[in-house]
């Protein structure tokens, strides 16, 4: 599952990755980060969401705010499987929408331009 997570995150246009610490990759859109994956088990995933999803999120066990961004709706999943495979893949292509959301329109432009390529 992990290679999927890394593979759906590099897939999406536009996506940027870059290395922190030795031990967790960011994923970027227009410079602005939406993910964060632990390299290392158990591959703990953090991501943006909606305030709704947030509240939502942090009720769930092996859910926390994510530290440090909890105050921008940030969540961390404890470990990678704690929400089922395709739940995931929801909530991180959400979290990338919710960023391109926030770029300038001709970035915004761009990138539906290469979704509609793909």
Known sequence: ?????????????????????????????????????????????????????????ISRPGIVPAPHLARYHWVQLKQEDTLPATELETFLQNAYEIIVSTLPPYEQEAIHKMKAHA
């Open 1 to 57: 599952m992990f290679d999927h997570t890394l593979d759906l995150c590099r897939s999406l246009p536009a996506v940027i990755t870059e290395k922190k610490w030795d031990n967790e990759l960011r994923f970027y859109v227009g410079e602005k980060l939406f993910c964060m994956i632990s390299l290392e088990p158990p591959h703990r995933v953090s991501f943006k969401c909606s305030q709704n999803q947030f509240h939502q999120l």
